[in-house]
């Protein structure tokens, strides 16, 4: 059983950057795709970017390439978002995924985290 926790989120004015983590324990971290999805209120969860076990060749939904950057850290059992350039539409909370090998695009994932609230004022 993995377990997923994220941290990181806050109130931030829009162009502004926030940096999202979230540790993994309980599992083989390196056999695991990653992948970071959102909800807004009255929308449904989205996915937002994904990482392979590897690092190589991250995915990013259209409305985030070029101003979000994900990564992951093996020896540390950490994922992390990097998300520059925030706007209002941003504004969601944040949840960290796990699936064994490969990423999708969609919630088919065996583990989620909490969520991490991200607000961007205008």
């Known amino acids: 059983q993995v377990q997923l926790v994220e941290s990181g989120g806050g109130l931030v004015q829009a162009g502004g950057s926030l940096r999202l983590s979230c540790a993994a324990s309980?599992?083989?971290?390196?056999?695991?795709?990653m992948a970071w999805f959102r909800q807004a209120p009255g929308k449904e969860r989205e996915f937002v970017a994904g990482?392979?076990?590897?690092?190589?060749?991250?995915f990013y939904a259209d409305s985030v390439k070029g101003r979000f950057t994900i990564s992951r850290v093996n020896g540390k059992n950490t994922v992390y978002l990097q998300m520059n350039g925030l706007n209002p539409e941003d504004t969601a909370v944040y949840y960290c995924a796990a699936r064994p090998v490969a990423v999708v695009l969609h919630d088919d994932y065996d583990y989620w985290g909490q969520g991490t609230q991200v607000t961007v004022s205008s």
């Open positions: 309980g599992g083989t971290f390196s056999r695991y795709a």
């Open positions: 990482i392979r076990w590897s690092g190589a060749s991250p």
